[in-house]
Structure formats: C-alpha cells, structure tokens
C-alpha cells in the first residue's frame, strides 16, 4: 500500500489562492483517475474534484469556476490549483488514487 504525500495549504485569506500538490507512485499511475477530497472539521471527507487517465475533469458545484485540478503522469502528481478561496473551504485535503492509502492530508485554512 502506498501512501501520497499532499502539500501546499497553509494559511490564506478570503480571495487568495493556493495550489495543492500530490505526489504519488505506481507504474499505472497514468491510467487512474485521480481524486481529491477534503474534510470539514467534524465531517467525513468529501469530493472536491476528480481527473481521469485521458483528462476529464468534475468538479463539486461548490468549487466550479474556482479551483482546477490538474495532473502530471511524468512525475507521478496531481494538483489542484484554488483561487477565489472563501472561509468555507477550510479543511483538511486529501488526495487519492485507487493504488493509494488515505495520506496525512494538507491543511487549509482562509481566515481574516
């Protein structure tokens, strides 16, 4: 079992963007949709935005004309690049892949 590293989040605030990474592994790597997911406090993870092996994209409404998600298969890694961060996307991101454990997450804070 592999476990992805995710990075990027911090501390931004309302407006502000940032962009998350995820390393991952595996020689199929190209061929899985990769997902990431995010976890309000006191909730249970959630779907933000999914990418295929040949690039289709879906987004949760709630992030749609604001956050992208994107991949690189050369170096094994998906991205999601959020701009127009709003209080209401503070969590805890995860990504994953079908080949992949639940990793320790990035945190994302948007405060004032």
């Known amino acids: 079992q592999v476990q992805p590293v995710e990075s990027g989040g911090g501390l931004v605030q309302p407006g502000g963007s940032l962009r998350l990474s995820c390393a991952a592994s595996?020689?199929?790597?190209?061929?899985?949709?990769m997902v990431w997911y995010r976890q309000f406090p006191g909730k249970q993870r959630g779907l933000v935005a999914s990418?295929?092996?040949?690039?289709?994209?879906v987004y949760v409404d709630s992030v749609k004309g604001r956050f992208t998600i994107s991949r690189d298969n050369a170096a094994k890694s998906v991205y999601l690049l959020m701009n127009n961060l709003e209080p209401e996307d503070t969590g805890v991101y995860y990504c994953?892949?079908?080949?992949?454990?639940w990793g320790q997450g990035t945190q994302v804070t948007v405060s004032s």
């Open positions: 994953k892949g079908p080949n992949l454990v």
């Open positions: 595996g020689n199929l790597f190209s061929s899985y949709t």
């Open positions: 990418i295929s092996s040949d690039g289709r994209t």
